[in-house]
C-alpha cells in the first residue's frame, strides 16, 4: 500500500512537472504598454456670466461649484468626468490692496511649491495672453497630486489661480496625453479670459 501510494505521489509530481515546463516554455510575456484614451477634439463654449470673470472651457467638461470648507464665492470646478480631472479654478478681489495681492502671489506659489518632494522637475514660464495680460504658468513633472498650474491678476482688481488634480490612482507618466489635453484647454482658458465689470 504505501509503495503504491508514494508510486502515485511521484507520477503525479512528474505529470505536473512536465506540464509547468510546457507552460514555462510557451509563456510569451506582455509588452509594458499605457492605457489608451480616447480624446475629443476640443470644442468650446462660454461660461455662463455669473462669476466677475469670463472665459471659454471644453464643452466636454461641467462646471461645478468648490463644495471645500474654505472655499468662497467664485471658486468652481471645470470637471472632466470621463477622465476623473478637474482644473480647481480660485477667484480673489484684489480691492487695490497691494499688500494683499503680495500675500494671494505668495500662496500660489508656497502651494506649487509643496510639490517640490515629489517633483522631479517644476517649470515656470510667463505667457502673454491675447488679452493683454500676463500669467505664469506652472509645469510639474512626477508624481504629483497637481501637475498644471496657472496664476494672472490685473493686479488692482482680479486674481485667479487655477490647478489640475486627478482624482485617480493613475500614474502620471500614464496620464500623459490627458494632461496635455487639459493643459491646452487651460491655456485657451487663460486666452479668453476676460474681466467681467
Known amino acids: 500500500m504505501k509503495l503504491s501510494h508514494c508510486a502515485f505521489v511521484g507520477c503525479l509530481a512528474l505529470i505536473m512537472t512536465a506540464c509547468g515546463s510546457d ?6 510575456p506582455k509588452p509594458k504598454a499605457y492605457p489608451r484614451f480616447d480624446l475629443p477634439v476640443p470644442r468650446y463654449t462660454q461660461i455662463a456670466p455669473t462669476h466677475p470673470y469670463q472665459f471659454e472651457y471644453n464643452s466636454i467638461a461641467r462646471i461645478l461649484p468648490d463644495t471645500f470648507a474654505r472655499a ?7 470637471n472632466y468626468p470621463a477622465f476623473h480631472a478637474s482644473v480647481q479654478l480660485t477667484y480673489k478681489p484684489i480691492r487695490n490692496d497691494v499688500n494683499r495681492l503680495r500675500g494671494m502671489l505668495e500662496d500660489s506659489y508656497k502651494l506649487a511649491a509643496r510639490h517640490n518632494i515629489k517633483a522631479y522637475a517644476i517649470e515656470q514660464r510667463t505667457l502673454k495672453l491675447k488679452s493683454g495680460l500676463e500669467a505664469s504658468l506652472i509645469d510639474l513633472s ?17 486674481f485667479l489661480r ?3 488634480y486627478f482624482s485617480t490612482a493613475t500614474q502620471n507618466d500614464s496620464l500623459q496625453p490627458i494632461i496635455q489635453y487639459i493643459r491646452k484647454d487651460m491655456l485657451h482658458l487663460l486666452n479668453t479670459l476676460k474681466w467681467r465689470k
Open 142 to 158: 512626477g508624481e504629483v497630486p497637481s501637475q498644471v498650474q496657472f496664476v494672472t491678476t490685473d493686479s488692482t482688481t482680479h
Open 162 to 164: 487655477g490647478a489640475l
Open 72 to 78: 468662497e464665492p467664485h471658486w468652481i470646478f471645470i
Open 23 to 28: 507552460t514555462a516554455d510557451n509563456y510569451v
